[in-house]
């Protein structure tokens, strides 16, 4: 199930003309779900599935600021509701902000930016390679 997941959950993915990119590596501890938020309006661009001990490649990330937003858990589920999926965590549910911005660069530039995000849970601690928050299930799905 590793990668984008479909429009059907609310998210109109947007992608741009460079090849920009996010690396993801998710360790040991759990599954994550992504969304790639835009700083300037707060909308999601992306929403991605990863697996625990599996890696993605996110592509085309227009040009732009960017903040994540991380639910973190095992048995993802998912429904279907007023033609809408509506999915998230029902075991070890955790979540996160990144306080961290990630530029990827002004319109019309020609250099290509990438972010190698490295996430992982030991012993029930978080420990990325980039700055959190902690934040509810109702912030993670606004």
């Given at each position: 199930m590793d990668g984008e997941l479909p429009s059907s959950y609310g998210v109109k993915p947007k992608y741009g003309l460079q090849d920009n990119y996010f690396d993801i590596n998710m360790g040991e501890g759990c599954d994550?779900?992504?969304?790639?938020?835009d700083l300037s309006n707060d909308r999601c661009i992306r929403y991605i599935f990863v697996s625990e001990?599996?890696?993605?490649?996110?592509?085309?990330?227009?040009?732009?600021?960017?903040?994540?937003?991380?639910?973190y858990g095992y048995d993802w589920m998912e429904k279907f509701e007023d033609g809408m999926t509506h999915g998230k965590f029902t075991r070890n549910c955790y979540y996160e902000k990144s306080v961290d911005v990630f530029d990827f660069g002004k319109k019309n530039s020609q250099h290509t930016i990438n972010y190698i995000l490295n996430i992982n849970i030991q012993n029930g601690i978080?420990?990325?390679?980039?700055?959190?928050?902690?934040?509810?299930?109702?912030?993670?799905?606004k």
């Open positions: 994550i779900a992504v969304k790639i938020i001990n599996s890696s993605i490649t996110i592509n085309q990330i227009p040009q732009g600021q960017y903040y994540l937003k991380i639910a978080v420990n990325n390679n980039f700055n959190t928050i902690k934040i509810d299930e109702t912030e993670f799905f």
